[in-house]
């Protein structure tokens, strides 16, 4: 290969490498909006539905039943592990008691048999509110924050991408000019 080949192939490669600086820093911009977003939306979501764990010492947060949310006690559930800790720790646990661990589905079919059972009426009202919550708070609440989460991971690595193409760039410009 002579020298005006190889000199060609590097203005090439130069090229490619400005190019794909620019392509992990649009990537990184974007990812790092979407992280923001979803992190804004999920904390602001959340805090205006005012849930709130149980105060530490309440009976509704018995240590020996919820040993694993002592850490969130009293606090406003605001963010994506909340969210979580909240809907499978909390909810979760008190609907596995409501109708001895059926699920709505189980219990209003119980319950359309026999319209005039009140007990099987109320599991069925309070199955259903629950199971709603808790799928918010897991959906909206908890994959959201981690989409965005994901989102985050994702603009790190575009911009660690950016720097070290621009690195590989500055050094192929010096090969250009030798």
């Known amino acids: 290969m002579t020298k005006a080949e190889r000199r060609v192939i590097d203005k090439v490669l130069v090229i490619i490498g400005v190019v794909l600086v620019a392509a992990f820093l649009i990537a990184g911009g974007l990812t790092w909006k979407a992280y923001r977003f979803a992190d804004d939306s999920v904390r602001s979501e959340l805090s205006q539905q005012k849930i709130y764990f149980p105060p530490k010492g309440s009976p509704a947060l018995d240590p020996t039943e919820f040993p694993d949310l002592q850490k969130y006690a009293g606090q406003l559930v605001d963010n994506g592990p909340k969210a979580k800790a909240y809907a499978n720790g909390f909810i979760g646990r008190h609907l596995e008691k409501t109708a001895g661990g059926k699920t709505y589905s189980e219990v209003s079919s119980e319950a359309l048999k026999d319209p005039t ?7 069925k009202q309070t199955l259903f509110q629950g199971e ?11 994959a959201y924050w981690e989409f965005g989460h994901i989102a985050y991971a994702a603009s790190i690595a575009s911009f660690i991408g950016a720097a070290v193409m621009t690195v590989l760039v500055v050094l192929g410009l010096a090969r250009v000019r030798r």
């Open 117 to 123: 059972n009140q007990q099987l009426q109320q599991q």
């Open 132 to 142: 709603t919550l808790r799928g918010l708070l897991l959906g909206d609440g908890y």
